[in-house]
């Protein structure tokens, strides 16, 4: 058995570890989520109190139980919003209070973290602590840059130096002699501030000026930018081009190595802003394919799916299932909450027995799959015209048809499978309503010109969107808006609606199509860039 199912199998075990009145250490890795370990993951969602640091990604809040106290420490570079003493106190007072306390910090607790440091305090107040290691960026950044840290043919050792030491400190404790002298590739935290300094040192003591040297700024996230030179060029580059914290320096020649092993900053979306309308609870699919091209994902939900308040209706449904001749599922949405009254009333697929079950778009084949059930229908464009032909091959005039779906939505496919000659029942099995966030964070990233594209994957989605967001707010922004992207036509005819044509509509109406018109959309505004 792999050591991943050994974790889950003995989930209960890991949890008996996490200890009341204990504070846990955890190193939150350089950025990108993936790269938190197993043991982390487990210990925020069990924690009672999570303090966490400016430079670990909020995204690992998600890990946290909805119970949990949130505390940010701030701990960015000269703008701390604790002090590390008040941090202190505060992870021993609420340990001291018998509640579990996570401390998630940027990287390794350990390397250059100051983890050992409120390691010793614990100690001194004795409080119980664990230590759980992170991904550090000082090895993390640089692979994603394509920059090794060990190459047989460039460097047989590495060396981790802080580049801003302790300002009481009345000497350094840097070698700089040695560093110079030895070697081995070279990387330093949190140097871009003492940049020229760094690069001063080490050829002040004999390094040769042309070594090459690289900068990695926020490593490991859609926002990673890197910047190759050499010792005597690197911190006029980085002034030239606005350089900024938090970022690492590589120094050593396995950073000539950067140009052609570069594979992450290759990503087609690397740094581009999308909004995502779509329900927090189906947002996940898209926000993890365009994550994965490179994408800065903003999730903006702008739709909350709801149950019914009155479930009688679908289960008598339910309960006369065998008069039925059809089912079609527009939606994954109709799938899962028709099935919640299914297997509340004890039931499962057999009551599809000889019942013939038509699916709108490969998700929603899919969901049913899941469920023991394998479309007789999946029609290959996801339109109502393209299904009632489909189901008129198959036969359907003159037949039954139950059609669960949303409580409000166009009437075109039970109007279309009508005058095809069949009886269609509409049956509500769920609400769509407008989702009660706030549209400030949105606003705020519009106004800094920080979002490339908006996604709409429903005529929904562009309806409330725009009642959250007022279309002039839009239009303001004039030709340098952000590019609008629609799932398919309907949803492009809704966006007219509001004055606004979609740059670009997926020629595959799901959201791998989506993201794949986005994708080429970048690759000619890349493309066009190059021609300039």
């Given amino acids: 058995m792999c050591s991943y199912a050994l974790y889950q199998n003995n989930e209960d075990a890991f949890a008996a570890r996490l200890r009341p009145g204990t504070v846990y250490l955890l190193g939150a890795g350089p950025g990108d989520p993936g790269l938190l370990t197993l043991r982390a993951r487990d210990v925020l969602a069990r924690a009672d109190v999570v303090v966490y640091d400016y430079l670990a990604n909020r995204a690992f809040l998600a890990f946290c139980s909805s119970s949990a106290e949130l505390i940010y420490a701030g701990k ?23 509640l579990r306390v996570a401390r998630l910090k940027g990287g390794d607790p350990y390397v250059f973290g100051r983890g050992a440091e409120e390691a010793e305090e614990f100690v001194d107040a004795g409080i119980d602590f664990e230590v759980v290691p992170g991904v550090t960026s000082a090895v993390a950044a640089p692979a994603y840059a394509g920059i090794p840290l060990t190459h047989r043919r460039f460097a047989s050792s590495v060396s981790f130096i802080t580049g801003h030491e302790d300002p009481d400190k009345p000497a350094s404790s840097i070698n700089w002699s040695a560093l110079a002298a030895g070697g081995g590739t070279l990387v330093f935290f949190m140097g871009v501030r003492n940049l020229r300094h760094i690069c001063h040192r ?57 140009d052609r092993l570069s594979w992450f900053e290759r990503r087609p ?61 527009t939606s994954v949405n109709g799938v899962e909450h028709f099935w919640s009254q299914i297997a509340s009333m004890g039931l499962d697929s057999r009551i599809f027995g000889g019942i013939k079950v038509a699916a709108i778009g490969p998700a929603t084949a899919e969901s049913l799959k899941q469920r023991g059930i394998r479309p007789d229908l999946l029609p290959e464009k996801y339109v109502a015209e393209s299904v009632v032909q489909g189901m008129l091959e198959l036969g359907v005039r003159g037949e039954k048809v139950l059609l669960p779906r949303a409580e409000t939505a166009r009437e075109v496919l039970p109007e279309s499978l009508r005058q095809a000659g069949a009886s ?69 005819e809704t966006l007219a609606s509001f004055g606004f044509q979609a740059d670009l509509v997926a020629s595959e109406y799901t959201i791998p199509g989506l993201v794949e018109a986005l994708i080429q959309d970048a690759h000619k505004g890349q493309a066009a860039e190059g021609g300039l």
């Fill in 269 to 329: 979306l690397l740094g581009r802003g999308v909004v995502i309308t779509r329900a927090r609870e189906q947002a996940s699919s898209l926000v993890r394919l365009l994550e994965e091209e490179g994408a800065c994902c903003l999730e903006f939900p702008t739709i909350d799916i709801r149950p019914l308040p009155d479930s009688g209706p679908i289960r008598q449904a339910i309960r006369d299932l065998a008069g039925y001749s059809w089912v079609v599922f």
């Fill in 424 to 492: 269609v029942d509409i049956l509500p099995v769920y609400r769509t309503e407008l989702s009660g966030g706030s549209p400030d964070e949105v606003a705020a990233s519009l106004a800094d010109g920080q979002v490339d594209y908006i996604t709409f994957t429903s005529s929904s989605t562009v309806e409330n969107f725009f009642q959250r967001i007022q279309p002039d707010e839009l239009s303001k922004l004039g030709t340098g808006r952000p590019r609008l992207a629609c799932i398919g036509p309907i949803t492009s």
């Fill in 202 to 258: 080490l050829t002040g003591e004999g390094m040769d000026p042309q070594t090459p040297a690289g900068l990695v700024r926020w490593g490991t996230t859609c926002r990673q930018a890197s910047l190759t030179g050499s010792l005597d060029s690197i911190a006029e580059l980085a002034e030239q081009q606005g350089f900024k914290a938090p970022a690492l320096l590589v120094v050593g020649q396995v950073v000539s190595l950067r």
């Fill in 76 to 98: 960015k570079g000269g703008d701390h919003t604790l002090s590390q003493e008040a941090i202190n106190q505060l992870l021993i007072d609420r340990a001291k209070q018998g």
